[in-house]
Nanobody, 126 residues
Framework: QVQLVESGGGLVQAGGSLRLSCAAS????????LGWFHQAPGKEREFVAG????????YYADSVKGRFTITRDNAKNTVYLQMNGLKPEDTAVYYC???????????????????WGQGTQVTVSS
């Protein structure tokens, strides 16, 4: 049974930082691309950042480029999202997701991912 468990969310002031973690189990981690998405109330789930199976390629939404960094540790079956310079508009539930396959490009579509975590709330106050 595949499980993705996010942690690290919370309340932070604008300009602050948070580091999200997502621990995976029940899958061969190195065979999967990992992504972070977020969903604000009343809005659709959106791509934030992704990293291919090897960690050698990453891709970011324009809104977070230069502020967020995605990394993965295949030995620990964990993917991270370092979020710096947080803004109130970053407030959302953040989900990690896994997509099977060793592609050389990052997938950005919600329907391209096979497994999802339960989400962790990030709230940025102004």
């Amino acid at each position: 049974q595949v499980q993705l468990v996010e942690s690290g969310g919370g309340l932070v002031q604008a300009g602050g930082s948070l580091r999200l973690s997502c621990a995976a189990s029940g899958l061969t981690f190195s065979m999967y691309e990992l992504g972070w998405f977020h969903q604000a109330p009343g809005k659709e789930r959106e791509f934030v950042a992704g990293i291919i199976w090897s960690g050698s390629s990453t891709y970011y939404a324009d809104s977070v480029k230069g502020r967020f960094t995605i990394t993965r540790d295949n030995a620990k079956n964990t993917v991270y999202l370092q979020m710096n310079g947080l803004k109130p508009e970053d407030t959302a539930v953040y989900y990690c997701a896994a997509a099977l396959g060793r592609l050389t490009r990052v997938r950005v579509g919600v329907d391209e991912y096979d497994y999802w975590g339960q989400g962790t709330q990030v709230t940025v106050s102004s």
